[in-house]
């Protein structure tokens, strides 16, 4: 209903669910509360496997084919961005933030390093939104769309590496563990087998 509401003053319906949830979350009015909140994410794995099913669904090899240059350019740039200035000023800044201000430099520097990992998530949520309520096609779309999916395949492989690293220089004695390579192929090839067998089926 606030969605619907939303969009009579021109905005998008989604930009109401979201100040839903946070009026009715645990950190407002409290109609939810933290424990209903964990309760509440097998909701939330089944919303996010369906907008993620949607974005494969809108793209086509063909298509990556013809803008597969464009997508791997967009995708780098735009990370390298996001995980240069963050992590440089998250690094700068450290020593007015609480829980880093008294740690060694090179602690801070990894805690810096993570955090501009972070930053490069972007949830393909809004993109999907928008996409499926304005109902836009074409070349753009097509793109942003080959962005957001790619990224987030960069982002998996990218922070797991980062972790298997910062763990080797914090923990004493651990040597750096390349298991993180059998977990990221099998989410990655994994999830590709299981998605081709359910659109095999879709299909039929």
Not at 64 to 71: D, E, N, P, Y
Not at 110 to 131: Q, R, W
Not at 150 to 156: A, M, Q, T
Request: one cysteine or more; charged letters at 15%.
């Amino acid at each position: 209903i606030i969605g619907e509401l939303f969009s009579k003053f021109k905005l998008p319906k989604i930009t109401g669910y979201m100040v839903t949830g946070l009026i009715f979350g645990s950190y407002f009015i409290g109609f939810l509360t933290p424990q209903v909140v964990r309760e509440l994410k097998l909701i939330d794995h089944i919303a996010l496997s369906l907008i993620a099913f949607s974005a494969g669904r809108e793209l086509r090899l063909e298509i990556l084919k013809k803008r597969f240059k464009s997508i791997i350019s967009i995708t780098t740039f735009a990370m390298l961005i996001d995980f240069l200035v963050v992590s440089v000023f998250v690094y700068l800044i450290s020593h007015y933030i609480p829980f880093l201000k008294n740690l060694p430099s090179h602690i801070r520097l990894i805690a810096s390093i993570l955090f501009g990992c972070l930053s490069m998530a972007k949830s393909p949520v809004t993109t999907i939104a928008m996409i499926e309520e304005t109902r836009t096609r074409g070349r753009f779309v097509e793109t942003i769309l080959g962005v957001v999916v790619l990224k987030d395949v960069f982002l998996l492989v990218f922070f797991a590496v980062v972790m298997s690293i910062s763990k080797t220089i914090l923990l004493t004695g651990h040597s750096f563990d390349f298991g993180f390579l059998g977990v990221v192929s099998w989410k990655l090839f994994g999830s590709l087998i299981v998605g081709l067998i359910a659109g095999g089926l879709f299909s039929m």
